[in-house]
């Protein structure tokens, strides 16, 4: 077994670029080595809603930013049909470094480990302990399993309003990458729908 230097957020960190740049050198699992960078959250630091997805992927990963990519612009959408202001909201990822696999020229994405998640939880925490969101919308099963658990599915029980163990409430629902996904239009639409709905709902309670 490797054993990796693990940055910790710093105990009384009060801002979220305080947490970023300690995040910056954190070897809690292995992915930092094949990733250009550490990809922490962006966004309004005081904001009512957080929005957690899985992992950066290939243009968050080269750009230092989430959801910059395709997946980002279909939450942007989803964000706005659902009347969320992109720039009132914090957006994060569970795990904050791009695992992937090369396929070709491609770096293909690859679904991050239950190590790697559980390795960057704490990153996850000590965001919300800086932003304290009125309500957490997880965007997906990684998300989703990170904070409630290995036996939480997203399919039965996205759209509701949750107790967190964090104490803060959270809505899950689907990752806007499996929107994209969709092999046709009809169920493209279909998912879209139920996507924008469970925004509505965590925008209520934010
Ligand atoms: N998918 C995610 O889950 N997060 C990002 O930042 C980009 C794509």
């Known amino acids: ?14 801002t979220v670029d305080e947490l970023k740049s300690s995040a910056a050198s ?74 992937w696999t090369r396929r070709g020229k491609r770096r293909l994405h690859e679904k991050p480990n239950v190590g790697q998640v559980r390795a960057c939880r704490p990153w996850l925490e000590a965001e919300i302990e800086v932003v304290r969101p009125g309500i957490i919308v997880l965007l997906g099963a ?16 996205h759209g509701e309003v949750l ?12 990752h806007p990458s499996s929107i994209l996904r969709a092999t046709d239009d009809e169920s493209r639409e279909a998912a879209m729908s139920s996507f924008i709905a469970d925004l509505k709902v965590a925008a209520k309670h934010a």
């Not at 077994?1 to 009060?14: D, H």
């Not at 290939?58 to 990519?69: A, M, S, T």
């Not at 107790?163 to 689907?174: D, K, L």
């Open 142 to 157: 990684t998300a989703a399993q990170s904070v409630m658990g290995p036996s939480f599915r997203v399919s039965k029980q």
């Open 163 to 174: 107790e967190s163990p964090f104490g803060t409430p959270v809505v899950a629902t689907v």
């Open 26 to 99: 954190c070897k809690g699992c292995d992915l930092w080595q094949n990733a250009t960078q550490t990809v922490f959250g962006d966004g309004d630091e005081h904001a009512r809603m957080m929005l957690v997805g899985e992992q950066p992927g290939d243009q968050e990963d080269l750009q230092g930013k989430p959801f910059v990519g395709p997946a980002g612009r279909l939450l942007e959408r989803g964000l706005d049909e659902a009347g969320i202001d992109r720039r009132r909201v914090y957006l994060t990822n569970a795990v904050k470094h791009f695992r």
């Open 1 to 14: 077994m490797r054993y990796w230097r693990v940055a910790q957020p710093p105990p009384k960190a009060r």
